[in-house]
């Protein structure tokens, strides 16, 4: 790996978010609290994200990240027909919520998210840091990415998938505890899987593999970065704690509600993948029958979710948040980020007083 | 609160794990390595438990704590009614298995586990700590127990309960992350809900309450504990680190599941009440039919369960296990805490360094 994290001044690296949230804005000043910055390329075409990247290396000379979505597997003719059955029916459901919006509903498409040309945009950039969500990019991309100088950070659930990511050649892992905010990492999201809190993933994948681990998951406070430090990550991940700064393009809704303290939970009724969003009625009424179809429901109901983030309505939008959102701050992200840092120092300070020394 | 958790020589509370695993032996092993020893009266005639105190005070002359069930709600007819219909539905369906394993179903019962004769027990023999898992034990059982000279702790799962807890006069407060094993501590288990990670668990309910937290769920390491500790505990409570252990009574089948690698998962299918286990044929098969109806179910359940273990068969035991148990080791148990201890240490160590000081 060539970004040494235990040289960052501060041991945070801010989540990628993508759907609108992050800016090159909130990367550079990330970095400029001493911080890793990032991006994230999910949804956006690579032109999007090649402007991104411009904008952000015009804010900061430091190293920086940019967060790529593996594609989803390509579908066989049988898989493909059930799919799009289960999205047809769900699309039937969903009739009364365009007409609420008065929009069309979206063309269900299973794309790929310009995945390649976005790991050639990063290639080409030579993008410090490459990771990826939602699988283990196949071994040419994996070479390719190795031979532009980019470090390539797999994220991960469980230590079965840890270990597949070792395998091919990861750097580092994201490790994703299941507060985390937002999709769900699993590289197949078809099986019933028990979700493992970030502390027991950190410490059984710890127990498989040598690589270094970021933390990921409602860590919101110092002192959730400096136990996740103390259960074996180089850095935390941080997501929600940043959804409220004005460096961040989060809409006025959204902020809202990750302001208050609405209970969270998984669902696949926004994109077909399962996510953590803030529980609200479109949630709520569409859970139990949002088939596993990822991205065509995401296409599917991008223009009620469009719609309702217009009209400032929380009840339909994918309000994306990890377990720990009540404790996010309205404050500048380097603010935010050097208060979790200093936060983390005094955890340290006060445990090692209560333990004694090692050995003592 | 009397006992000051913060003065132990291990930040090591033992969890009390009804149903044969903890023993006087342990609890008093525990307490000698400088953590607190807990009895489990959940399960136990009072003069069962009335033994167990007896023979842990000749073993130890420290304070230890002693867990009992609060009671579950009186049915009112109707409830009681609808009830009674799941259950004889769910027997039916058992029906097989008791034919499988040469018993009759149990006799289920809504009883509420010889709840007041254990309260006047751990008042009349002073207990030291007494704690209460499944709800907040009403104001007049309370106020005993606190004339008795007992510390009473609660267990929460979400910081409603915390809050509700602290008003009750709780003098601390256990915290289960959805790692933990066994059953969850849910005051009531009707409502589909959103567990939380045990950092989460901690961060939420440490801005809603001013009492001392006990972390519990998913610490099997002395990484673990440092987190929690990080996280704003005053001491980690660990149950399936200590499961290996010779002073344990953990079951032969149940030890060997334990030193695998198997999912955990919630189910209510053993006792009518969600609880985490190791996923095996009985969980598989009968999950998604078992109702919500504790401990009619339990009892239902126990000849099966019984007959199972017996037979040395792992797939109708209730295995209950936390999250990271295949991280527990086959030592002594005053040889764990003594190791998660110094693994603590050793990692705040590093951690404080990899920091640097507070304010640097």
Avoid at 36 to 55: C, N
Avoid at 142 to 152: K, R, T
Avoid at 204 to 229: E, F, H, Q
Avoid at 304 to 314: E, K, T, Y
Wanted: aromatic share 4%; net charge neutral; proline share 6%.
């Amino acid at each position: 790996m060539r970004i040494d994290l235990g040289a960052l001044a501060e041991p945070i690296v801010q989540a990628p978010m993508a759907g609108g949230v992050s800016t090159p804005a909130l990367a550079a000043a990330v970095n400029a609290a001493g911080g890793l910055g990032f991006l994230a390329a999910g949804y956006k075409t690579a032109e999007a994200v090649s402007d991104d990247i411009r904008a952000l290396r015009a804010l900061t000379d430091r190293p920086f990240g940019v967060n790529i979505f593996a594609p989803p597997r390509p579908l066989t003719a049988g898989p493909r027909a059930a799919a799009e059955a289960g999205v047809a029916a769900y699309a039937g459901r969903l009739a009364h919520e365009a007409e609420r919006y008065r929009v069309r509903l979206g063309e269900p498409r299973h794309d790929d998210d310009d995945f390649r040309a976005k790991v050639a945009l990063v290639a080409r950039e030579r993008v410090p840091v490459v990771s990826a969500t939602f699988g283990c990019p196949e071994p040419t991309v994996m070479d390719s990415l190795h031979e532009a100088g980019c470090d390539v950070w797999i994220t991960v659930t469980s230590p079965h998938e840890a270990v597949v990511a070792e395998q091919a050649g990861a750097d580092a892992l994201v490790v994703q505890g299941l507060e985390s905010g937002g999709h769900r990492g699993y590289f197949s999201d078809e099986s019933a899987v028990d979700d493992l809190g970030l502390i027991v993933a950190l410490r059984l994948i710890a127990s498989r593999v040598k690589l270094p681990l970021i933390a990921a998951g409602g860590i919101a406070d110092g002192r959730a970065v400096a136990a996740v430090l103390c259960a074996g990550a180089v850095a935390a991940q941080v997501g929600s704690a940043l959804m409220l700064t004005p460096e961040a393009a989060t809409s006025a809704p959204h902020r809202a509600a990750l302001a208050g303290s609405g209970a969270t939970r998984l669902t696949r009724a926004f994109s077909g993948r399962t996510a953590r969003g803030i529980v609200n009625r479109f949630m709520t009424e569409h859970d139990a029958s949002a088939p596993a179809a990822y991205p065509d429901v995401h296409h599917l109901t991008a223009p009620i979710r469009s719609a309702a983030r217009a009209a400032g309505d929380q009840e339909a939008i994918n309000l994306w948040a990890g377990q720990a959102h009540a404790l996010a701050q309205a404050a500048p992200a380097g603010q935010i980020v050097r208060r979790l840092g200093a936060e983390a120092r005094a955890a340290i300070a006060a445990v090692a007083l209560r333990l004694g020394s090692p050995g003592a």
